[in-house]
């Protein structure tokens, strides 16, 4: 199965890269590793595998401390979870709070290591 890993049961995550703060996505590029193809950048540090798409405009999150649950968003990305479209069904790896203005996550954070809420989402904080 495509976008989904098999040993945790936990979807891929794809989030445009407008969505997450600037200085987050230039770690990506920065320390992330070329892969030599179209531009492609691997990015492997604090239990993230995160790589880019450079024709979706985003990045796939491949192995996270953390998940939420999205809608999937196919066909661009099979089986994958829209972090963008957070609110599904899915149970998706994404980006901790760190990645985004103010720490403030679109969706809920959990932790893949015991299923506990760490984050609300921003729009459940505001008020």
Known sequence: MTNFDDKTGIHYGAISYHSVMPEALDDVFNQGENQGEDEVYLYEQYGYK??????????????????????????????????????GLLKTYCLGPEWFEGEKSPYLVYSVADNTLVSRAASDTEG
């Open 50 to 87: 995160i790589s880019n798409s450079p024709s979706l405009v985003c990045l796939f999150v491949e192995k996270s401390p953390w998940y939420t649950f999205a809608r999937p968003c196919s066909p661009c990305a099979p089986n994958a979870g829209d972090l963008d479209n957070p609110e």
